[in-house]
């Protein structure tokens, strides 16, 4: 945690407020504050189905001058109809008057269980004492960290500092996902914010760039959530950034997100391999994650992986499936460093050998190489245990 190199001019509280009666002292509840107006954008969820916290932040974004964002866990404020709406708006204007800005100026997040009204009495008392307790040290921080998590069992905070014109700006991200996540996005929560100087349009267009780069290009049951949302905020004073620094910043915060994507892959609910797809060699980009989320999405691909079975079969014909077009010898397939399928033809290998390799190793390693052109995707994925079957076969009962 000392680690942590914070952007500057923010600060963090994590607060609990008994939405899991079995979890009372469990925080549950964040605040997220810029000391002074800040671009923001956000990337959100495309499940038509969507919660009405997402519906209340879609509504403001891009602004030039929003102060943070409130998060509470526990409960997804989804499926919750109008009153869902006034309960999401209710804590946007209760968290703007805890830290003295305009209800509007605060964006709202939650996650958990879909299909149920938040305790209000609890919600108010817990963002006016989340107002009270913010801090910008590290120990704030990984209390808002902990406060957004479900069935994490880990936090995930990524920060980066990098050099642009020769002064040093700043990222800090932190983000929640272990289960219902497909592309698209997937229930995840991400928050970037940085010390830097952003225009907000060039804030929303980096957004969904560097959400395409990582948060939609991880899965672990394909499952697109209610309330997956991504937001950057970027409070740094002065001339925004342009051209050669805008680019150096973008890539920065591009790669802080692909950390974040693949700390919930690791943590999957119940996971006990983390997979990297790669696939290379098809017409363009677009083939290349089809096929690639079409083999992270398969239930007998990740199953085998579990079990340490190198039965390559399930990879290829997970493939075959995507909905591209090629011929069996267009394809070649890697498990690790080991060439099962060469230009459709499979090869001669040690079973145990390649056995061992996914019994040994939680990194796993597919690679698909194609001969149709240089379209490429990198994508995350984790495999399907006995335990994440009970954890959601449990999850409300």
């Known amino acids: 945690m000392t680690s942590w190199h914070l952007a500057r001019g923010y600060r963090y509280s994590g607060v609990p407020c008994g939405l899991r009666p079995a979890e009372p002292d469990r925080l549950d509840l964040a605040l997220v504050v810029s000391d002074v107006p800040a671009a923001a954008a956000g990337v959100f969820t495309q499940n038509r189905v969507c919660a009405a916290p997402v519906r209340v932040s879609r509504e403001r974004l891009p602004s030039a001058e929003a102060r943070g964002v409130v998060i509470c866990s526990g409960n997804a404020n989804a499926c919750t109809g109008a009153r869902g709406l006034d309960d999401a708006r209710r804590m946007a204007a209760l968290a703007g008057a805890a830290v003295g800005c305009r209800p509007e100026q605060m964006l709202v997040c939650s996650t958990g269980v879909i299909g149920r009204h938040l305790p209000m009495p609890r919600i108010e008392d817990g963002i006016t004492r989340a107002g009270r307790a913010l801090g910008a040290d590290a120990a704030a921080l990984d209390r808002a960290a902990h406060a957004i998590l479900t069935t994490d069992t880990r936090i995930k905070v990524v920060t980066q500092a990098v050099s642009v014109g020769g002064t040093e700006v700043r990222l800090t991200g932190f983000a929640k996902g272990a289960a219902m996540i497909g592309p698209n996005m997937a229930t995840m929560l991400a928050f970037v914010l940085t010390d830097a100087a952003v225009a907000p349009a060039d804030l929303h267009a980096l957004a969904r760039r560097a959400a395409d780069g990582s948060f939609n290009s991880v899965s672990v049951e394909g499952h697109t959530s209610t309330n997956d949302t991504l937001l950057l905020f970027a409070n740094g004073s002065g001339a925004p950034l342009q051209g050669e620094g805008l680019a150096r910043f973008a890539a920065a915060a591009t790669a802080v997100c692909a950390d974040l994507a693949k700390a919930i892959a690791a943590d999957a609910e119940g996971a006990t391999h983390f997979v990297t797809i790669e696939v290379e060699g098809l017409r363009d980009d677009a083939e290349a994650k089809r096929v690639a989320?079409?083999?992270?999405?398969?239930?007998?691909?990740?199953?085998?992986?579990?079990?340490?079975?190198?039965?390559?079969?399930?990879?290829?014909?997970?493939?075959?499936?995507?909905?591209?077009?090629?011929?069996?010898?267009?394809?070649?397939?890697?498990?690790?460093?080991?060439?099962?399928?060469?230009?459709?033809?499979?090869?001669?290998?040690?079973?145990?050998?390649?056995?061992?390799?996914?019994?040994?190793?939680?990194?796993?390693h597919l690679r698909l190489r194609f001969t149709l052109g240089s379209g490429r995707c990198t994508f995350w994925t984790s495999d399907l245990t006995y335990d994440y079957v009970k954890l959601n076969a449990d999850y409300t009962t």
Not at 299 to 308: C, D, R, S, Y
Not at 322 to 346: C, I, K, Q, R
């Open 293 to 364: 989320k079409a083999v992270a999405d398969s239930p007998l691909v990740k199953t085998a992986i579990f079990g340490a079975d190198p039965n390559w079969g399930r990879i290829v014909s997970a493939a075959g499936y995507a909905g591209v077009e090629f011929e069996e010898e267009h394809l070649s397939l890697w498990v690790g460093d080991m060439l099962l399928y060469h230009n459709g033809t499979p090869q001669p290998f040690d079973a145990a050998t390649a056995s061992a390799y996914l019994k040994n190793n939680r990194d796993v």
